[in-house]
C-alpha cells in the first residue's frame, strides 16, 4: 500500500508525541517580544543627546576666587582675618612692614630736605633770569659785552637743569612712600576668605606673594561643560540642557527627559570656538528661564562636579542604536530659518516673466 503522509496512524510512537505546553508558550512570548521590539523600534523616539561633564563657576571673573597678594618686599607685620572669616569691600587683611622699621621717618626727613633744595634752586633761578633781563639792557646801551648776556643766560639754564633733577628726585621718594602706604593689604569686594598663606607674624615676604584667597559669595552661576568634539559642531546657543549636579539625587533618563527625576535645565549660553589642551570643547550653560530653579548656593557651590546632556534631534530607537553601533555623530538637520528660498521670476522689458538663473 502507498505511503501517505497523513497517515499518522502507521507510527505510534511519532503520534505519541505532543510539544509541552510550556514550550507554545514560551515560543509565543519570543515571536510577539520580536515583533513588538522591531515596532518599538521604528516607532518610540529617543531624544539625542551630547553628553558631558564640568563644574560650576561664575559667570564674572570678579566674582570668581580671588588671591591678594603682597604689593611690595617686607615682613608680616599682623593678620586681621582668619580662615573662613566673612570680609567686606575694603576690610584689612593683612599689613606688611619693611624689613627697615625707619624707613618711612628716612623718606619723611630726605624728602624735606629735597623740598628745601628745590626752593633755594628756585630762588637761584629766579634772580639768574633777573640777571639776563639787566643784561640784556644793558648790552642794547652798549654798556657789556654779549658774552656777560651769555654768561647770565648760561646760569638760567643750569639753574632750571637743577631744578628738573631735584624734583625727579622728589618724585622718586613720593613713589617710595606711596608703596610704603599700600602695605595694608584690603579685600577687594565682598566674600568669605577661603585659606590664609601660612607665613606667621615676622615671616619675610617678597613681592607677589600670595597672602589669602578670597571667594565672593552671591555670585551668578553657570556650569563649564566639556563636550567631546564629534557632537560639538551641532551645538548653539539656546540648546536646551539637562543637568545633573554632584551630591543631588538624580534619575536620567537621556532619550526620555520628561521620566527623569531629580535633574535641572539649562540652556546653551556660548560654545568655545577653540578646543582646551584635552581635546574638549567647552560650553557655558546657564539657567533656563521659567523652569525650575537650581539649587541654591548653600548645596551647589563654585566648583561643584556637574554631569550635562544638551539635548539635540529626536530620532527612533533604531535609528539611534545603529548610530551608536557605528560611531557615527548626531543627526543633523537644517533649521527652517536657514532654508534656501526658490528665486523669484523677473519681468523683462516687454513684459514677458522669465526665471532667474
Same mark, same amino acid.
Given at each position: 500500500m502507498p505511503f501517505k503522509p497523513n497517515h499518522i496512524g502507521h507510527f505510534p510512537t511519532l503520534a505519541s508525541m505532543r510539544l509541552p505546553r510550556l514550550s507554545i508558550v514560551l515560543a509565543w512570548l519570543i515571536g510577539l517580544t520580536i515583533a513588538m521590539v522591531t515596532i518599538a523600534l521604528f516607532t518610540v523616539p529617543w531624544v539625542q543627546t551630547a553628553p558631558g561633564t564640568g563644574q560650576v563657576i561664575a559667570l564674572n571673573p570678579d566674582d570668581r576666587v580671588q588671591t591678594m597678594t603682597a604689593f611690595v618686599p617686607g615682613r608680616v607685620e599682623r593678620w586681621f582675618v582668619r580662615d573662613g572669616?566673612?570680609?567686606?569691600?575694603?576690610?584689612?587683611?593683612? *599689613?606688611?612692614?619693611? &624689613?627697615?622699621? &625707619?624707613?618711612?621717618?628716612?623718606?619723611?626727613?630726605?624728602?624735606?630736605?629735597?623740598?628745601?633744595?628745590?626752593?633755594?634752586?628756585?630762588?637761584?633761578?629766579?634772580?639768574?633770569?633777573?640777571?639776563?633781563?639787566? #643784561?640784556?639792557?644793558?648790552?642794547?646801551?652798549?654798556?657789556?659785552? *654779549?658774552?656777560?648776556?651769555?654768561?647770565?643766560?648760561?646760569?638760567?639754564?643750569?639753574? #632750571?637743569?637743577?631744578?628738573?633733577e631735584a624734583r625727579a628726585k622728589l618724585n622718586r621718594i613720593d613713589v617710595s612712600i606711596n608703596r610704603q602706604s599700600i602695605q595694608m593689604i584690603k579685600a577687594p569686594q565682598d566674600g568669605r576668605i577661603q585659606s590664609i598663606n601660612d607665613a606667621a607674624v615676622g615671616t619675610l615676604v617678597s613681592a607677589g606673594t600670595v597672602l589669602a584667597t578670597l571667594a565672593p559669595e552671591q555670585v551668578q552661576r553657570v556650569v563649564e561643560l566639556m563636550i567631546d568634539g564629534r557632537d560639538i559642531g551641532l551645538v548653539r546657543p539656546g540648546r536646551r540642557v539637562r543637568l545633573a549636579f554632584e551630591g543631588w539625587p538624580a534619575i536620567q533618563f537621556s532619550g526620555w527627559p520628561s521620566i527623569a527625576q531629580g535633574m535641572f535645565d539649562g540652556r546653551v549660553r556660548s560654545v568655545d570656538q577653540s578646543a582646551m589642551p584635552t581635546g574638549l570643547f567647552r560650553v557655558l550653560v546657564e539657567e533656563q528661564p521659567g523652569a525650575r530653579a537650581w539649587p541654591d548656593e548653600g548645596f551647589v557651590r563654585l566648583g561643584a562636579k556637574v554631569r550635562?546632556?544638551?539635548?539635540?534631534?529626536?530620532? #527612533?530607537?533604531?535609528?539611534?542604536?545603529?548610530?551608536?553601533? &557605528?560611531?557615527?555623530?548626531?543627526?543633523? *538637520?537644517?533649521?527652517?530659518? &536657514?532654508?534656501k528660498k526658490a528665486p523669484e521670476p523677473s519681468k523683462s522689458s516687454s513684459g514677458e516673466i522669465t526665471s532667474a538663473k
Open positions: 572669616q566673612q570680609v567686606k569691600k575694603g576690610d584689612p587683611i593683612a *599689613r606688611i612692614a619693611d &624689613n627697615d622699621p &625707619n624707613l618711612l621717618a628716612t623718606l619723611a626727613a630726605e624728602r624735606a630736605q629735597v623740598a628745601a633744595e628745590i626752593g633755594v634752586i628756585e630762588q637761584a633761578r629766579q634772580v639768574a633770569g633777573i640777571d639776563v633781563g639787566r #643784561s640784556s639792557q644793558l648790552l642794547s646801551e652798549g654798556l657789556i659785552a *654779549r658774552r656777560d648776556l651769555e654768561q647770565a643766560q648760561l646760569k638760567v639754564a643750569d639753574q #632750571s637743569a637743577k631744578l628738573a550635562g546632556w544638551i539635548q539635540m534631534e529626536t530620532v #527612533s530607537i533604531g535609528y539611534e542604536l545603529w548610530r551608536q553601533l &557605528n560611531d557615527f555623530p548626531l543627526q543633523f *538637520r537644517e533649521p527652517i530659518g &536657514n532654508a
